[in-house]
């Protein structure tokens, strides 16, 4: 059974920092690219981070560029994001994602709220 599970996600102030993670099980993790999306209520869901299978290709959006840094422990079979100067427009749910060809999964997201 495919999971995907993140943590680590909760209510920080302006400035402040947060760390992502996301448990992954019953795929060949080490095999699939990984991506952090985020979707505040309103908006349609955005990449954020996204890592190659074996972790040498690393890519952000402006938005967050600088401020995130995605990460995977491909022993550990865990996915993170550290973020870093939280902003309140990065209030959102963060998804982790796997993709492989066609295949593709999604955790059920947490929730991260910026806010003095």
């Known amino acids: 059974q495919v999971q995907l599970v993140e943590s680590g996600g909760g209510l920080v102030q302006p400035g402040g920092s947060l760390r992502l993670s996301c448990a992954a099980s019953?795929?060949?993790?080490?095999?699939?690219?990984m991506n952090w999306y985020r979707q505040a209520p309103g908006k349609e869901r955005e990449l954020v981070a996204a890592?190659?299978?074996?972790?040498?290709?690393?890519d952000y959006p402006d938005s967050v560029k600088g401020r995130f840094t995605i990460s995977r422990d491909n022993v550990k079979k865990t996915l993170y994001l550290q973020m870093n100067s939280l902003k309140p427009e990065d209030t959102a749910v963060y998804y982790c994602?796997?993709?492989?060809?066609?295949?593709?999964?999604w955790g059920q997201g947490t929730q991260v709220t910026v806010s003095s």
């Open positions: 994602n796997a993709i492989r060809s066609q295949n593709t999964f």
């Open positions: 890592i190659s299978s074996v972790g040498g290709i690393r």
């Open positions: 019953g795929f060949a993790f080490s095999k699939y690219a």
